[in-house]
């Protein structure tokens, strides 16, 4: 992401990449338990990479204050280490093949080794926060709490009398909103910025948590396989309701032209499940990337980067400000 632009905002993001060095670093630290055995898996997926925006963001908001301390680089590995512990839990209940261009953690060991380096994970990332003061405990404790609802409401699927579509965005605010929002959250709060700005950024994290899963939503239907690094469609070919198969579901009551495509839908994921070549969703996948509903979904997820920026309105101008919102428009004009 460039968040920054000219001599000045260069030279902040300078500073920043030195911080996120360091707390890379920290990881790494953190990461090393007393058994060799549990230190390859439960690095594994630090190891394979990926965005640091938690991180990033963390250090954004303690902008707003004094800048980057060691509690705030210790904010960040904590939300971190949460967020990659999630991601070991989810792709043993998701039976996923490939996290971040590897094999998943449990393909490589077993599900009962990636649970278990994932419990590590989060009792290292409550260890560090535990030192950090109240508020932050108890941030930590529901920011938790939200993660694992919202899994348990993507498993259990939307119950009698809730509407698909209401059921999904709060299961992306839950399982990823709730955890950004506490990335920036943290960063204003051990930055010792204005309490005023506190709940500001934390809507904004939410926010953009949201927007980010559901441009993901587009992105999986992508044919760029260079760029999203897995097949076209893996969700939908897994039977994965995003918000596009759902605004489908919507409008299959009243276009025959729709509810056939559905139908096709379901049909070929309850096969792969059975066993058949994924390819044969093929036809299918090319047509809902190309169907209006993956656009209203690029639109909803736009709509929410927007109203991520407009949470900002309580905060002064300033490079701080404006690399948050570049952070909103970056999210969903990404490829991959």
């Known amino acids: 992401m460039r968040l920054f632009r000219g001599a000045q905002d260069r030279r902040q993001a300078k500073e920043l990449q030195d911080q996120l060095e360091l707390i890379e670093s920290g990881l790494m630290e953190h990461l090393r338990f007393a058994s060799p055995v549990a230190d390859a898996p439960a690095r594994y997926l630090m190891d394979a990479g990926g965005k640091r925006i938690r991180p990033m963001l963390t250090l954004l908001t303690s902008e707003l204050g004094d800048g980057p301390n060691e509690l ?4 960040a ?6 967020h990659l512990a999630s991601l070991y839990h989810d792709d043993v209940m998701d039976d996923a093949k490939l996290r971040r261009g590897v094999p998943a953690a449990q393909t490589v060991w077993s599900n009962s080794v990636a649970i278990l ?3 590590l994970l989060f009792a290292r ?13 108890l941030l930590q404790a529901r920011t938790f709490e939200r993660l694992c609802l919202g899994q348990l409401h993507e498993t259990v699927g939307p119950q009698e009398g809730d509407e698909p579509i209401a059921h999904y965005v ?10 950004i929002a506490a990335a920036a959250r943290m960063g204003a709060m051990f930055g010792r910025a204005p309490s005023e700005y506190a709940d500001p950024v934390m809507e904004y994290g939410e926010r953009i948590g949201v927007a980010f899963q559901l441009i993901d939503d587009v992105i999986d239907l992508s044919p760029k396989k260079e760029q999203t ?3 076209a469609g893996t969700d939908l070919r897994a039977g994965v309701a995003t918000l596009p198969y759902l605004l489908l579901q919507r409008r299959a009551g009243a276009s025959a032209s729709d509810a056939g495509l559905l139908a096709r839908i379901d049909a070929g994921a309850a096969a792969i499940a059975d066993g058949a070549d994924p390819g044969l969703l093929d036809p299918e996948v ?8 993956t656009r209203e ?10 109203e991520a920026k407009q949470s900002l309105e309580p905060l002064p101008k300033s490079s701080v400000k404006r690399a948050l919102e570049r952070m909103a428009d970056s999210i969903v004009n990404r490829e991959g």
């Open 170 to 179: 709060q299961v992306l605010a839950d399982k990823t909103g709730a955890l």
């Open 72 to 75: 705030v680089r210790r904010a």
């Open 125 to 137: 990332a409550s260890s560090l926060v535990s030192g950090m003061g109240e508020e932050a405990i």
């Open 117 to 119: 380096a994932g419990d």
């Open 286 to 293: 090319e047509a809902l990337r190309a169907h209006e509903v």
């Open 77 to 82: 590995q904590a939300v971190e280490m949460t």
């Open 229 to 231: 690094g897995k097949r």
């Open 297 to 306: 979904t690029e639109t909803t997820a736009k709509r929410w980067a927007e």
